[in-house]
Each structure stands twice: as structure tokens, then as C-alpha cells.
């Protein structure tokens, strides 16, 4: 999958499908355990559950769906990027970068007399 | 699992919106300014904008589109937690009680 993030959150987007995800998450489950749970019909689930695998989300192992690890960290990243950019932004990076630069200067005058002296 | 407003996953849940995100953390911007960087016609951004504003993602005022940060944070703590549980359900020992179970 080329954009895991996107194929995710777009996954995500009906609340049944979500609904099946979680209890996914919380628990490796089974098609029939997952169809006695919601109100929806097992073809429905089925349907939902195909959805959740294709979009990274779920893999079968032995008949058992599992929630896979791998998308949920750029997950969490695209949402941590979101959130800084929105709040603090480039003001602060340039800030953050300024500031050690500064320091990188001052190390470098520190340095530079030791050299001297030694 | 963390309860994130449906509405906020909904209004991911579309490329384009995702799109008018990006593009307004770096600066909040008009539906026109949008319209032109991302080569959306108007009325797709301003259909758009209004459902990421229903979600409590951005507000819109005085023409001008802004995220509201706070709001990133609930959808955030949901994948930190899902990444948590699936490291967890992922783990051996539990995945062969499962399998036993038959669950």
C-alpha cells in the first residue's frame, strides 16, 4: 500500500467498521465470533473485515483476524505532525534550530581558544 | 480504547479533506487560497471545509480557515492506544491462549 495512512483512515470512516476493528484490537477474533457480537449479518461483516484487510489494518492467521502493529505508528505520526505543525508550526522549529546553532557557535569559541592555549 | 468523536473519524475518512488539512496546519488560509493551491474547484472546498469544521477540525472565520490543534489530539491518543492493544494481542503467549480458546 502505497499511502497506509490514508487506505487506514479511510477504512475507519463507518462507524461498523470501526466497531469490528476494535474488537479486533482488543481481542484476536474469529468471523462467527465477530458476526454473534454486532447486529450486522455475517455477509456484512465479512464484507467489513475484507475492507479492514485491505487497508492494512487486519491480517488472518489460522482463521484468527489479528490487528496488525505496522500502520499504527506512521499513524500516530501523521496525527503527532498534524497536531505540532497546527500548534506550534515553523516558528518554533526555526526557533528550536536557531537556538542550536547558537550554541553550536558558542561551542565552537569555547573550543577554538583551548586549541590555542594547548 | 479512547472514545473519539464518529463525526472526527467520518471527516478523515476522504483524501480531499485529508488534502485541506496538510494544507491549513502550515497557515490558516481562505477557501479561495485553497481552492488555488490544491486545484480543487471552489465549491469541493467550501463542501469540504464544512465538514471538517462540523467535526470541530477547523473554524472558520472571517473567511479564513484555521485547524483547531486541540482537536487532533483525541484521534491521536486513539492510534497511540490501538498501538499499544495491538502490540499486546500481537504478543505470543496471548495469541496461542486465544487460539486454544477458540474465540
Redesign the interface.
Given at each position: 500500500m502505497s499511502d497506509p495512512v490514508?487506505a487506514a483512515?479511510?477504512?475507519?470512516?463507518?462507524?461498523t467498521r470501526?466497531e469490528l476493528y476494535?474488537r479486533i484490537?482488543?481481542?484476536?477474533?474469529?468471523i462467527n465470533?465477530l458476526a454473534a457480537a454486532v447486529t450486522v449479518t455475517r455477509p456484512a461483516v465479512s464484507h467489513h473485515v475484507r475492507v479492514l484487510k485491505d487497508a492494512g489494518l487486519v491480517r488472518e492467521?489460522?482463521g484468527?483476524l489479528?490487528?496488525?502493529?505496522d500502520p499504527?505508528?506512521q499513524?500516530?505520526t501523521y496525527?503527532?505532525r498534524?497536531?505540532f505543525?497546527?500548534?506550534v508550526?515553523?516558528g518554533w522549529l526555526r526557533e528550536r534550530f536557531a537556538v542550536s546553532r547558537r550554541l553550536q557557535a558558542m561551542d565552537g569559541e569555547a573550543a577554538a581558544p583551548r586549541r590555542r592555549t594547548a | 480504547m479512547a472514545a473519539a468523536a464518529p463525526d472526527l473519524f467520518r471527516a478523515l475518512a476522504d483524501p480531499v479533506r485529508r488534502r485541506l488539512l496538510e494544507s491549513l496546519v502550515a497557515a490558516p488560509a481562505s477557501a479561495g487560497d485553497l481552492s488555488r493551491r490544491l486545484a480543487i474547484p471552489r465549491v469541493n472546498v467550501s463542501h469540504h471545509l464544512g465538514v471538517l469544521a462540523a467535526a470541530g477540525l477547523v473554524e472558520l472565520r472571517q473567511r479564513q480557515a484555521a485547524v483547531k490543534p486541540g482537536a487532533l489530539l483525541p484521534i491521536r491518543r486513539y492510534f497511540d492506544e490501538a498501538l499499544t492493544t495491538a502490540a499486546i494481542t500481537n504478543s505470543t503467549p496471548l495469541r496461542a491462549v486465544s487460539r486454544q480458546a477458540r474465540l
Open positions: 490514508g483512515l479511510d477504512a475507519l470512516g463507518d462507524p470501526r476494535e484490537l482488543a481481542r484476536p477474533s474469529r465470533g492467521e489460522d484468527l489479528v490487528a496488525t502493529v499504527l505508528p499513524l500516530r496525527f503527532d498534524l497536531w505543525e497546527a500548534s508550526g515553523e | -
